[in-house]
């Protein structure tokens, strides 16, 4: 039973950083598609980031130069630096996998097992 847990989240100023990480288990996940994704309340989830098993990244155009996304194959987790935070960042934050790569990396239909997410607040 593939599991992916969320951890990092909380409440910061304006300004500041966090590291969100994704633990995945119950499968070995280095050729598999990893993205993160969030919503905010009353809006639809919407796409973050996005890794290939390579190491190539893709990001929204919102969070470009200011969040980061990484992997570390043998400890089957994925990370998302987050730095100069908004408080228009606030959500929660998701992470995806994505099994078969089909190309539309910021789609949601893509990804095939979720996490339950992680909340990120920031205040002003």
């Known amino acids: 039973q593939v599991q992916l847990v969320e951890s990092g989240g909380g409440l910061v100023q304006a300004g500041a950083s966090l590291r969100l990480a994704c633990a995945v288990s119950g499968r070995t996940f280095s050729r598999d598609v990893m993205g993160w994704f969030r919503q905010a309340p009353g809006k639809e989830r919407q796409f973050v980031a996005a890794i290939r098993y390579t190491g190539n990244t893709y990001y929204a155009e919102f969070v470009k130069g200011r969040f980061t996304i990484s992997r570390d194959n043998a400890k089957n987790t994925v990370y998302l630096e987050m730095n100069s935070l908004k408080p228009e960042d606030t959500a929660v934050y998701s992470c995806?996998?994505?099994?078969?790569?089909?190309?539309?990396?910021?789609?949601?239909?893509?990804?095939?097992?979720w996490g339950q997410g992680t909340q990120v607040t920031v205040s002003s």
């Open positions: 995806a996998l994505d099994l078969s790569d089909k190309g539309r990396l910021s789609t949601v239909k893509e990804y095939n097992y």
